[in-house]
């Protein structure tokens, strides 16, 4: 028997939420985000269950390559763009699509004598105050990118800042602003991202560039996932590898923060920092034992936690435990520990092997 952590896929659910987008936003082309591994999930293997996008987005050239030495046909979009010239030609013979977002990267392209054209997006600055041009250069911008050989077919594409919030009237007026932009423009515009896709229908346009909805945690503030109607891709899990009973006054794990009000039973689970569960998790975090649930108590180490099993006085070695997923929200640990979905998510470690289920 293996150290028994997990983080099971859910093909059927990605498919689900692929299809929530369709529905939600029926008249636009999916950009299907998968930068940083898929959100955690597994870059190639999300990529090829994710077949009915209509591209992929990433954020370097090496996750494309990844893509396409995985048989990903599908057109691949750089978010940021090339980072040098020497990227630059390269990206036709991966057929990568890049964003341009700086006066460098076109000076870049206008120089590149590329045997077949690049195509590019233009990326406007809307309010998000990152990157892009800002919307008194688009004009120039465009016709410079229009006038250059490289450069093959020009689309438009701004960021939203706020779209998280459905209050946050900013949100209107970055998409005042990018119709704007886009009106008698004729090329393919994409403003919108999971947040965008949910709340704001006005944020369309031609493409959605939807990343966390696709894995099944909410992109909007006060809205569960599951009252969006996603289903979570990933369930990270393990098993109970200790029950102990401590006595009143035991202190537990590093640091003894955790002192036992009276006797009491103390499963220990493994999982820990080192298998991308958060460090900050604070004490009461929900943690699923045999899918009811228990509070984490004491510190969490790099490679166990413990948990109060004065509920489930019955658990035993080897029960099932869910950390995060089906029956526990990763948004709602992420909120015990002071972060969000995507940062649980993304920085999941090679160390929790990625099984795919369904
Ligand atoms: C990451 C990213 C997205 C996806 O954002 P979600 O909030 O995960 O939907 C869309 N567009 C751009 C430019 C991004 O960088």
Known sequence: MTRPVRALIDAQALR???????????????????????????????????????????????????????GVAHPICLLEGFFDAQELNLLTHYRFSSVVHNLVQLKQLERCQSSSP?????????????????????????????????????????HLARA???TDKVTNDQIALFTQLAAGLELE???????????????????????????????????????????????????????NHRSKG?????????VCPEDMPVGVVAIGYGDGYPRLASALTPVLVNGERVPLIGRVSMDMITVDLRGRPDAQVG???????????????????GTIAYELLARMPKRAPRVQIN
């Not at 299907?32 to 050239?61: C, M, P, Q, R």
């Not at 994409?190 to 939807?210: E, I, T, Y």
């Not at 029960?319 to 520990?337: F, K, R, Y």
């Open 319 to 337: 029960d099932p435990v869910v950390l995060w997923g089906q029956g526990l929200p990763v948004e709602e640990i992420a909120a015990h520990a």
């Open 16 to 70: 689900h939420n692929l299809k929530q987008v369709r529905e939600t936003a029926p008249n636009s082309k999916v950009m299907a985000v998968v930068k940083a591994d898929a959100y955690g999930h597994g870059l190639a293997a999300i990529a090829n269950i994710l077949i009915e996008a209509h591209a992929f987005a990433v954020a370097s050239f090496d996750e494309g390559v990844v893509l396409r030495n995985a």
């Open 250 to 258: 035991d202190c537990v794990g590093y640091g003894g923060e955790w």
């Open 118 to 158: 690049i195509d590019v997006w233009l990326k406007a600055d809307t309010g998000m105050n990152r990157i892009g041009f800002v919307p008194d250069e688009v004009p120039d911008v465009l016709a410079r990118l229009q006038k250059c050989n490289a450069v093959g077919r020009v689309r438009l594409m701004s």
């Open 164 to 166: 998280d919030d459905r």
């Open 189 to 243: 515009c994409s403003l919108a991202n999971s947040a965008g896709v949910v709340a704001w229908p006005q944020s369309h346009f031609d493409w959605v560039r939807p990343g966390i909805m696709l894995y099944g945690a909410s992109p909007v503030e006060g809205h569960s996932a599951a009252e969006l109607g996603l289903h979570p891709v990933m369930t990270l899990t393990s098993e109970l590898i200790a029950v």
